[in-house]
């Protein structure tokens, strides 16, 4: 027998953490390999972690509502068939050795989340008036919490030396929330002036008829992700109208054959990602991520898609290589992809590592918008919808008015590294490669 630690995976680009929202086995449960044993949920998704092994569950070393981090053991396994502390066999051996590789891979993706921490503190004092030194991570903590220099020489360090850790920076500010709320308990001499907090201020009570909706935590994350979008990249949104005629009417003429022949419904989708992956060909500018005054040039072209859920919130899982696929196999992986966001039943896998991010407002019948852009990434294509328009046209006989199918492309893109002229000129090819479409191809 062998007892070995079912650890927590990666969760994705940028996660280094997860909380444990519900435990699907007790200690002492019997389990097959790839039978999920936890439910835990990251800002990106829910997901469920299965066991790597037969075996049974001698112990579970988080609670529910705990939050461990990438690669911290959750539960101790007993498998059949080798002696306890034993070698691993060659097939155990390379699971591990994949899902080191796997949290190497995550941490050293997390490492920009250091750097911005270091950069903050980067401008206040190493020391306290004391003398007590201050790592970048604990200035960080006490800039944002508002700690002065002063008030930091009186937490107790455990560190070395006596150094101030996160752990005691942290203490030190729920004793502080604690003392604020507690009422003095030792009479106060007459006449001796008390200084009191003011009360806190009530929360407004909803007018008659008014109905106060708690968001969710999937609403909760998608709010906080949007709002430091917005505060990490300068948005700048730029327009084009693309006269898509020769796609519609192909697609027309050919989506009944498509879904006969494949059992796969051909929506416009698919095109506007076989579009966009040939202009991020183009324009390899667009297709980078930003870490701290480094720009990462993507090798890989992996194009999100927004989807809307049922409740309302919204997921992005991604395409892999969108520019290798074909137009079939592009349409299989949104439809799957689509389908199995909507169900819950994403990988973790799915929804990360996407290098650029499409939404279509079109399909809510919507002309245009100014999306925000799906960190860390620098660009995002929003898509409106296809309307018919009249049009001037160029014919041998000279200029006509014609009627169109029309639509207005948006993209907003991070001002630090992308300047108007590199948008302005994606867009432009994205918009060029919906107009040439050959409606004589197949698919």
Request: hydrophobic share 35%.
């Amino acid at each position: 027998m062998a007892k070995l630690e079912i650890q927590l995976p990666a969760m994705g680009e940028g996660v280094i953490e997860a909380t444990i929202t519900k435990w699907l086995v007790q200690e002492g449960d019997t389990v097959k390999e790839d039978d999920a044993i936890v439910e835990v949920a990251t800002d990106k998704v829910d997901s469920e972690v299965p066991s790597p092994w037969d075996g049974k569950i001698e112990k579970l070393l988080f609670g529910e509502g705990d939050i461990p981090k990438i690669g911290d053991p959750l539960a101790i396994i007993v498998t059949e068939g080798e002696e306890e502390g034993g070698p691993l066999t060659a097939e155990r051996e390379k699971a591990v050795e994949k899902e080191v590789e796997r949290i190497r891979e995550d941490m050293e993706k997390t490492s920009s989340e250091k750097e911005a921490a270091e950069t903050t503190a980067s401008g206040l004092k190493s020391r306290t008036p004391g003398g007590k030194f201050l790592s970048p991570l604990v200035r960080n903590i006490a800039s944002k919490e508002g700690i002065s220099h002063a008030e930091l020489d009186h937490v107790q360090g455990t560190g070395s030396d006596g150094r101030i850790t996160k752990e005691d920076l942290m203490g030190y500010l729920k004793k502080r929330e604690d003392s604020a709320e507690t009422v003095p308990a030792e009479p106060v001499a007459e006449k001796t002036p008390v200084t009191k907090e003011a009360p806190k201020k009530p929360e407004p009570a909803a007018p008659a008829g008014d109905e106060i909706i708690e968001m969710d935590r999937m609403r909760k994350l998608i709010a906080e992700h949007m709002v430091r979008s917005k505060q990490t990249s300068p948005h700048v949104t730029s327009f084009i109208e693309a006269d898509v005629t020769n796609l519609v009417t192909w697609r027309d003429r050919v989506k009944d054959q498509f879904l006969s022949r494949e059992k796969q419904k051909l929506t416009f989708t698919p095109l506007f990602i076989e579009a966009t992956a040939k202009a991020l060909r183009d324009f390899p500018g667009i297709n980078v991520s930003v870490d701290g005054t480094k720009i990462i040039l993507k090798k890989r072209i992996n194009i999100g898609m927004a989807t809307a859920l049922p409740d309302g919130n919204l997921i992005v899982p991604v395409i892999k290589d969108a520019d290798e696929k074909s137009l079939l196999g592009l349409a299989k992986s949104v439809n799957d992809l689509a389908n199995r966001a909507r169900e819950n039943k994403l990988q973790p896998d799915e929804i990360k590592g996407g290098s650029f991010t499409i939404t279509n407002f079109g399909t809510f019948r919507n002309t245009t918008g100014t999306p925000i852009i799906n960190q860390p990434e620098v660009a995002i294509l929003g898509v409106g919808a296809i309307r018919k328009q009249p049009a001037v046209i160029e014919t041998e006989q000279g200029d006509a008015i014609a009627v169109r199918h029309i639509m207005v492309l948006s993209l907003s893109y991070d001002h630090r590294v992308v300047d108007g002229a590199l948008g302005g000129m994606f867009l432009e090819r994205v918009a060029r490669y919906l107009e040439n479409f050959d409606p004589n191809r197949n698919f």
